[in-house]
């Protein structure tokens, strides 16, 4: 079975630009969580979907950031325009919360803005 | 709100031996989860093992074990038989299971398995 699937793997970007992060949820799972880690502040949520509805958004940092579920099999998180400090590795997870809760996290996306 | 404690920023363990990772817990929910995950050099997040509140048994998979103690609320990671390729660092997390899914992770713990 294919795992939860993220791109791009690896991006370099300059200050001011538009990053767009893709996740894509293991078939069937109901809830979606965007994380973002750095050595300083370690694992954070940023937002939590269920059945693509928003539920907790409290983790994003500020305005420059946008999470959408347009639909149960596609998420993506936007940072409009993106700084230096939001260099960081950003992971998707997805879980099933009708069946053990397990959340299974996708490779990651390795962020860099110059 | 829950809460998850990983006192041991880094451990050393010797190939072949058995170590200890220890997590701690904090939740008013009846129902909930305990997951451990590794993550090595890599980056990926890798699950490892997942124990249920209400399971009667410590959960095992492989030469993992979760030594679950309720009443202490603690859910340390046993790994047996170290191998070189276990270096990496290991997260403890929860989720409740009766209600809110966020679930909420420690800071984790390096663990270094020497030759």
């Known amino acids: 079975d294919a795992g939860v699937i993220q791109s791009p793997r690896h991006e370099v970007t300059e200050m001011g630009q538009e990053v767009t992060l893709r996740c894509k949820p293991i078939?069937?799972?109901?809830?979606l969580f965007w994380y973002r880690q750095t050595m300083m502040r370690g694992l954070e949520l940023l937002i939590y979907?269920?059945?693509?509805?928003?539920?907790?958004d409290s983790g994003m940092p500020e305005d420059r950031f946008s999470a959408k579920m347009p639909n149960a099999s596609f998420s993506t998180l936007k940072i409009q325009p993106s700084e230096p400090r939001d260099s960081a590795v950003y992971f998707c997870?997805?879980?099933?919360?009708?069946?053990?809760?397990?959340?299974?996290f996708g490779e990651g996306s390795w962020l860099t803005v110059v | 709100a829950q809460k998850i404690t990983q006192t041991q920023p880094g451990m050393f363990v010797q190939e072949k031996e058995a170590v200890t990772l220890d997590c701690t817990y904090d939740t008013s929910d009846p129902s909930y989860g305990l997951f451990w995950y590794k993550q090595p050099s890599s980056g990926e997040m890798i699950f490892l093992i997942y124990?249920?509140?209400?399971?009667?048994q410590n959960a095992t998979e492989g030469r993992y074990s979760l030594n679950f103690q309720k009443a202490r609320k603690s859910a340390n990671l046993v790994i047996s038989a170290s191998q070189l390729g276990d270096s990496a660092m290991y997260f403890c997390a929860m989720t409740s299971t009766g209600g809110s899914y966020i679930p909420t992770f420690g800071r984790g713990t390096s663990l270094i398995v020497h030759p």
């Open positions: 997870a997805s879980s099933d919360s009708n069946s053990g809760n397990t959340i299974y």
């Open positions: 979907f269920n059945n693509n509805v928003p539920i907790d």
């Open positions: 078939s069937g799972h109901n809830s």
């Open positions: 124990q249920g509140s209400y399971d009667q």
